[in-house]
Nanobody, 127 residues
Framework: QVQLVESGGGLVQPGGSLRLSCAAS????????IGWFRQAPGKEREGVSC????????YYADSVKGRFTISRDNAKNTVYLQMNSLKPEDTAVYYC????????????????????WGQGTQVTVSS
């Protein structure tokens, strides 16, 4: 059974950092693209950062470029999202998702390409 479990969310002050983890089980991460998405109250789910397995390419939303870094440790079947210089507008529920990486290319950041989703972890940036 494919399962994704996020952790690492919490309350942080503006300018602070958090590292989210997405632990995968039931499948081998090596062949899957992994994405981080977020949804704030009243807003649509948006792609934050994604990483391919086929060619190592990454996707970052413009709003997080230079502040967030995605990485994967296939040996641990885990993907990370390092979030620095957090802003109040980063407040949302963050989800990780996985999909078989057939060569997503420009579709890497599209939520509708992903088949398996975690339950989400809350990130709140507030003073």
């Amino acid at each position: 059974q494919v399962q994704l479990v996020e952790s690492g969310g919490g309350l942080v002050q503006p300018g602070g950092s958090l590292r989210l983890s997405c632990a995968a089980s039931g499948f081998i991460l090596d062949y899957y693209a992994i994405g981080w998405f977020r949804q704030a109250p009243g807003k649509e789910r948006e792609g934050v950062s994604c990483i391919s397995s086929s060619d190592g390419s990454t996707y970052y939303a413009d709003s997080v470029k230079g502040r967030f870094t995605i990485s994967r440790d296939n040996a641990k079947n885990t993907v990370y999202l390092q979030m620095n210089s957090l802003k109040p507008e980063d407040t949302a529920v963050y989800y990780c998702a996985a999909t078989w990486d057939y060569g997503l290319g420009d579709n890497l950041g599209r939520a509708d390409e992903y088949d398996h989703w975690g339950q989400g972890t809350q990130v709140t940036v507030s003073s």
